[in-house]
């Protein structure tokens, strides 16, 4: 029997295998090389187009900055307060924020309570929906408000989990909500404390989560506006961590940058604890690997970044997500697919990375 020419090509497949694998560290290291000259050319880049001008208040350090604040401060028990938020809409501050509790709650069983201070209330609306209710309330407004008190605050939260054999994903959560009324709210409760002072109204929501009422909690999630807003400053006093979502193109850069240098002019002067856990890339074309024009992009990021915070990598690209998954949709149409076992799975790549950073 003639087997020669079988066992020939077997050994030529496998020779063939032995050197792709064998070229891998030298195609690994060609990637890394690339990515250096990448990041050295945009940062040449930046160089020639930065000029030295004046560092100017911006307006929310004008509002927010001006009188005496608290300083350095830690929670009585340890927990985890991650702000959503950038100043420009349509990243998917919301969707994150809703996968974000859905994993963490569901999939790392950490209690969590989410909070909702975007008064569009699109966030209350996709968790209203998947509980089967169509109430539009905003128990978000007793968060910041003068005379709260916490037991009768923490009352106020709704549950996620859903009646007992439902088909709803979200354990282990619950939900401050938000609708229009919460801008009124905002608006009133500064100005009443520019006015007369006392009870700082950028800390009511931190002493809250810092009271026994609010123990039971391991993590909170704010889905912040697009908008140095009363509630969004409440959000950052009261945060350990900040995640700023973004999708990779120019619009959405200049926006990143803008954000982070308000966040550092702000940050010493009332929120010296708050960190940038990272920028998370949302509806990149796949989340394993960039396009080039998508890698440019968060180089650029990056290197923005650097100069104001310092640091190395901001991007979180072991977090990003694709724009096909099945998470997709408009957070206003309520997107219950974010809620479905298959959109939790396919979250968890990306709440592995956060949680890694976190924890």
Not at 51 to 58: T, V
Not at 269 to 280: E, V, Y
Not at 291 to 319: K, S
Not at 340 to 357: V, Y
């Amino acid at each position: 029997m003639d087997f020669i020419g079988p066992v020939t090509a077997i050994a030529g497949v496998l020779g063939a295998l032995a050197g792709a694998l064998g070229a891998y560290p030298a195609i690994a290291k060609y990637q890394e090389e690339k990515r250096a000259r990448l990041r050295e050319k945009i940062d040449e880049q930046l160089e020639s187009e930065r000029q030295e001008q004046p560092a100017d208040l911006m307006p929310a350090q004008i509002v927010w900055a001006t009188t005496a604040s608290e300083q350095s401060f830690q929670y009585r028990k340890s927990k985890a307060v991650i702000s959503i938020a950038n100043f420009k809409g349509g990243v998917g501050k919301t969707t994150i924020s809703a996968a974000l509790a859905a994993y963490i709650g569901s999939v790392k069983g950490k209690k969590t309570l989410v909070i909702d201070f975007d008064y569009q209330g699109s966030l209350s609306l996709m968790f209203m929906r998947m509980l089967g209710r169509r109430d539009r309330t905003s128990t978000s407004t007793k968060l910041i408000s003068r005379d709260a008190q916490s037991s009768t605050v923490r009352e106020l939260a709704t549950s996620l989990s859903g009646p007992a054999g439902s088909n709803a994903c979200v354990s282990n959560c619950d939900l401050f909500t938000a609708f229009y009324p919460l801008d009124t709210h905002e608006t009133t409760e500064m100005v009443n404390w520019s006015r007369d002072g006392g009870n700082d109204v950028r800390y009511r929501l931190r002493h809250l989560l810092d009271s026994r009422a609010f123990d039971e909690y391991d993590v909170v999630i704010i889905d912040c506006p697009p908008r140095f807003s009363t509630g969004t400053i409440n959000a950052l006093c009261a945060s350990t961590h900040l995640i700023i979502p973004s999708i990779m193109d120019i619009l959405s850069a200049e926006a990143v940058v803008y954000f982070c240098k308000q966040i550092e002019q702000l940050k010493s002067r009332i929120f010296p604890n708050l960190q940038l856990l990272g920028i998370l890339p949302n509806m990149v074309y796949r989340a394993e690997r960039f396009t080039q024009r998508e890698d440019q992009i968060a180089e650029r990021i990056d290197g923005e970044v650097r100069r104001i915070l310092g640091g190395d990598q901001w991007v979180m690209r072991e977090a990003a997500l694709a724009r096909s998954s099945v998470m997709g949709g408009d957070a206003g149409d309520a997107a219950p697919s974010v809620f479905s076992a298959a959109a939790i799975a396919a979250f968890a790549r990306t709440g592995l990375a956060i949680s890694k950073r976190l924890w």
